[in-house]
């Protein structure tokens, strides 16, 4: 299996659930993301994880909670979400986080859609 | 800061004609630009890119973009739609000493008609 994999493609959850997304990268990348995509929103930038080492949160409120338990895998769980959480969650990787060794480019998973009810 | 703007929210065009999607940036250097298409239920593809060097960038399906400097612009550009080039494009900017991190624009909506 190649590129970026994320599961569940669709979760269902309620404002008091715990669940979490799961993200497998096999392309040997060294940095990985969160993005939220909203329905006409620009894509958001969550976190990012370097070596798996959490280089930036970009103000995410912490009902969201990454976990790089190494350089392939990511994980986002979430606790008590709200309603206007539910969003298309995707996942990203790239060569590595600063340019030289880095060719600019994110692989892209197809997303987690969530829906918090 | 940087950012990025797709001023068309939504676009349609007639298969076999030309195609212009609009992206404007603001950084106050020169910066890393890429556009990406997400087709429905998917997740973002590559294009195209533009590090330096010629300002015109070819990218797969056909897809091409121009680098305008004196414009602020990154216009992505295909002489003539396919059916299948029907999904959402985004515009986005990185910074040179940081480039795995990307500014997206809300995105660019493209019908394509028979």
């Known amino acids: 299996e190649t590129g970026v994999t994320q599961t569940p493609r669709h979760l269902v959850m309620g404002m008091t659930n715990k669940k979490s997304l799961k993200c497998e990268q096999h392309?040997?990348?060294?940095?990985m993301y969160w993005y939220k995509q909203s329905a006409k929103k620009p894509l958001e930038l969550m976190f990012v994880?370097?070596?798996?080492?959490?280089?930036e949160n970009n103000s995410v409120p912490s009902r969201f909670s990454p976990e790089c338990p190494n350089s392939s895998h990511l994980f986002l769980h979430l606790h008590t979400l709200q309603p206007e959480d539910s969003a298309l969650y995707l996942c990203?990787?790239?060569?590595?986080?600063?340019?030289?060794?880095?060719?600019?480019?994110?692989?892209f998973g197809e997303g987690s859609r969530l829906t918090v009810l | 800061a940087q950012s990025v703007t797709q001023p068309d929210i939504h676009i349609t065009v007639s298969e076999g004609a030309s195609l212009e999607l609009r992206c404007n940036y603001s950084?106050?250097?020169?910066?890393?630009l890429f556009w990406y298409v997400q087709s429905p239920g998917q997740g973002l593809q590559l294009l195209l890119k533009?590090?330096?060097?010629?300002?015109l960038v070819q990218g797969i399906k056909g897809f091409e973009a121009e680098f305008k400097r004196s414009q602020s612009s990154f216009n992505l550009r295909k002489p003539s739609v396919h059916w299948s080039d029907a999904a959402e494009y985004f515009c986005?900017?990185?910074?040179?000493?940081?480039?795995?991190?990307?500014?997206f624009g809300q995105g660019t909506t493209l019908q394509v008609k028979p």
């Open positions: 950084y106050g250097a020169t910066p890393y």
């Open positions: 533009y590090f330096s060097g010629d300002t």
């Open positions: 990203a990787s790239s060569h590595s986080l600063f340019a030289g060794a880095n060719t600019g480019e994110l692989f």
């Open positions: 986005a900017v990185g910074a040179p000493s940081n480039t795995g991190k990307l500014i």
């Open positions: 994880y370097s070596l798996e080492e959490r280089v």
């Open positions: 392309l040997g990348h060294n940095a």
